[in-house]
């Protein structure tokens, strides 16, 4: 399976029900724009979808049909919108605007049909289309103007490290994602003392479980490719930057209690003072896919949670993975720091999609379960985590696990909570480049309130931000509804 793709995918719409009249009327841009008595061209479906979940204020491109060339640019022009190309041939003019001029455009004469500008699927995979993310890509904007893929947002991954010549990491110009490379090199027999050093460009994931990070960072930020078979890839958040920390073997936490401590310190300019933030942009989410086996209680007195809060106060969202054992919801075995009740504090449940890139698949079945009836012990959030393709060099020990490894073994696919994980890392990066502002409490809000309801599994039951779950939060992470949800 092919996963963290470009794909097509099928909107649900959260507010379809509004009326054309009472959407224009509340839009000073679309005021005289009906004229009397005139009917509505019909809109395609999956437009229609979209126009109910887009912000007044969020433009988007449409095909607008007229009985020929010059009916459809008068209605575009009279609409307000901004034409951007003619198809002449079919009399269909390409535009662009906000949704009211979309609605507006439809009452003008001669327009015969509204398009919306449809993602389309090639060979594709599917997590991406599950989510939405990629539909958030493709069809919105973050406050700087660019289509929402993260860009202008570092995530710090604390794992086994990363090997930034990838070439998922890559960019168009050869330069790579990963815009910090650190190692904790730590006293070897009990961590107790560890310190970071600049690894540069070298290979940091070369350890006992190396791989594990490598496959993480590409599932948070790898940039487009196209694989021999004709599969085209990305991350989550193909635009974002990588600061990798990296803590090898992790057998004791004070390794990564180290690395949340550097984020904690260096979070606002990660590469140094003197690097501007367009280089190397501010951290604004870790992401960790560690800790116990069998889950634990909850301790607020640990360092990884004092650590966390402090980071949640200074605008860095944490996110967990909460753990791979399974479980009947009879006892928790939620990895503890991701229990942290903290707003901004995000632990991460593994979805199957089937495969498919289908919004109604099942919680994986090794996916760790909380305690039923405390919803303190319960994930935050679902995303997928199953049969995931990523970065993952085959010589590497958890990268030679993998089930299906493709191009001469640099990619590979595995399962875990360790995959959900950074799929939800990758989308808060996403969220605060639609929102700068954004406090890490309203990204955590905005993520579960407007989560997918997928069926399978324990039943929701009322919660904080919506209804949630022992087994699955508050459902399935949708990106395109969270993206608007914190505008």
């Known amino acids: 399976m092919r996963t963290l793709t470009t794909s097509r995918t099928t909107l649900v719409a959260a507010a379809a029900s509004c009326a054309l009249a009472s959407v224009l009327a509340a839009t000073p841009a679309s005021a005289g724009l009906l004229p009397t008595g005139q009917a509505l061209a019909p809109v395609q479906p999956w437009l229609s979808d979209q126009l109910g979940l887009l912000s007044a204020a969020t433009p988007t491109t449409v095909l607008v049909h007229g009985t020929d060339t010059a009916a459809a640019t008068n209605a575009v022009r009279a609409a307000g919108l901004r034409q951007v190309t003619t198809f002449r041939s079919i009399g269909v003019v390409v535009a662009t605007g906000l949704p009211a001029q979309v609605q507006a455009v439809r009452a003008q004469p001669g327009v015969t049909y509204v398009e919306g500008n449809q993602p389309i699927t090639m060979n594709l995979a599917t997590a991406n289309r599950a989510t939405r993310g990629d539909e958030a890509r493709t069809t919105l904007v973050g406050a700087d103007g660019g289509r929402l893929d993260g860009r202008g947002v570092s995530v710090a991954v604390i794992d086994s490290g990363v090997d930034p010549s990838h070439p998922f990491l890559k960019n168009p110009d050869g330069s790579s994602a990963v815009v910090k490379n650190l190692k904790m090199v730590c006293e070897p027999l009990t961590e107790s003392l560890c310190a970071p050093v600049d690894a540069g460009p070298a290979d940091t994931d070369l350890l006992s479980v190396g791989g594990h990070g490598m496959h993480v960072n590409g599932i948070v930020a790898g940039r487009d490719v196209t694989l021999s078979d004709g599969t085209r890839m990305h991350g989550a958040a193909p635009g974002s930057s990588l600061v990798s920390i990296s803590t ?240």
């Open 248 to 487: 090898g073997a992790a057998l004791f936490i004070i390794g990564a209690d180290a690395a949340l401590n550097w984020v904690l310190e260096n979070h606002a300019a990660p590469c140094g003072a003197g690097v501007p933030a367009s280089t190397c942009p501010p951290i604004k989410v870790t992401s960790n896919s560690y800790g116990p086996s069998g889950g634990g209680a909850f301790d607020p007195s640990s360092a990884t949670v004092k650590l966390q809060r402090e980071l949640v106060k200074q605008g860095v969202v944490t996110v967990w993975a909460n753990g791979n054992d399974g479980g009947d919801g009879s006892a928790s075995l939620s990895n503890p720091p991701g229990m942290d009740p903290t707003p901004g504090i995000i632990s991460v449940a593994s979805y199957n999609d089937q495969d498919t890139g289908t919004r109604d698949g099942t919680v994986s079945d090794f996916s760790s379960r909380g305690r039923r009836g405390d919803q303190s012990t319960y994930p935050d959030i679902s995303a997928p985590g199953e049969n995931i393709t990523s970065s993952c060099r085959i010589y590497l020990p958890v990268c030679s696990t993998g089930l299906d490894p493709t191009d001469g073994g640099d990619y590979n696919t595995i399962s875990g909570t360790s995959m959900a994980t950074p799929m939800i890392s990758g989308i808060v990066a996403q969220l605060f480049q639609a929102d700068p502002g954004a406090t890490p409490a309203q990204v955590e809000a905005a993520i579960e309130s407007t989560a997918y309801k997928y069926a399978n599994g324990a039943p929701y039951e009322p919660g904080t931000n919506g209804t949630t779950s022992f087994d699955k939060g508050h459902g399935l992470v949708d990106v395109v509804a969270a993206a608007n949800a914190i505008r």
